[in-house]
T-cell receptor, first 113, second 115 residues
Framework: AQTVTQSQPEMSVQEAETVTLSCTYD???????LFWYKQPPSRQMILVIR??????QNATENRFSVNFQKAAKSFSLKISDSQLGDAAMYFC??????????FGTGTRLKVLA | DAGVIQSPRHEVTEMGQEVTLRCKPI?????LFWYRQTMMRGLELLIY????????DSGMPEDRFSAKMPNASFSTLKIQPSEPRDSAVYFC?????????????FGEGSWLTVV
């Protein structure tokens, strides 16, 4: 069965610094899709970044980028120039293209002023 | 474009009462999900609809829970009777179609407290 593991329950970063959130997954599929979602205190789940497994290039969205290591089944999120508004829960998610989206347990990110 | 719209945003109800949560998916999306989020269990899929038809309801915890999708633009999740352990954030989400790892779009959630 596919699984998604986020081993860091909580992380802290100083404002303007860079932080990396870890995510590993397990699958026997060769084609799949990975996501990072942000959940601020308002509770809404907001897409941060999406990666297609068949693409070698790591996805980027402004200050957010991923390090996708397919062989290692690792999908980490790097946040550069951290801002106070980045403070939130971050969830890693996986789907092979079916209706089943597997979510990790989340990492709470604190941004220190 | 409007996102997934859920109502109510917050509901406080007494144990034993009926609760109805509502959802309007993004126009044109043919797949709809109901999730429940709690501290203990994280994000759980309750039920999945495709083209208004329930495909997988194995996540619905008990017979007290029911969900309907009478048309492409409306779905409800009902809990009757409600219990304190049902307290959670309930999310509705939608995707355009299956097969290409589409981004799943979430509503703002309905925060349910059963006292």
């Amino acid at each position: 069965a596919q699984t998604v593991t986020q081993s860091q329950p909580e992380m802290s970063v100083q404002e303007a610094e860079t932080v990396t959130l870890s995510c590993t997954y397990d699958t026997s599929e060769s084609d799949y899709y990975l996501f990072w979602y942000k959940q601020p205190p308002s509770r809404q789940m907001i897409l941060v970044i999406r990666q297609e497994a068949y693409k070698q290039q790591n996805a980027t969205e402004n200050r957010f980028s991923v390090n996708f290591q397919k062989a290692a089944k690792s999908f980490s999120l790097k946040i550069s120039d951290s801002q106070l508004g980045d403070a939130a829960m971050y969830f890693c998610a996986y789907t092979s293209g079916t209706y089943k989206y597997i979510f990790g347990t989340g990492t709470r990110l604190k941004v220190l002023a | 474009d409007a996102g997934v719209i859920q109502s109510p945003r917050h509901e406080v109800t007494e144990m034993g009462q009926e609760v109805t949560l509502r959802c309007k998916p993004i126009s044109g999306h043919n797949s709809l999900f109901w999730y429940r989020q709690t501290m203990m269990r994280g994000l759980e899929l309750l039920i999945y609809f495709n083209n208004n038809v329930p495909i997988d309801d194995s996540g619905m915890p008990e017979d007290r829970f029911s969900a309907k999708m009478p048309n492409a633009s409306f779905s409800t999740l009902k809990i009757q009777p409600s219990e304190p352990r049902d307290s959670a954030v309930y999310f509705c989400a939608s995707i355009p179609f299956l097969g290409t790892g589409n981004t799943i779009y979430f509503g703002e959630g309905s925060w349910l407290t059963v006292v």
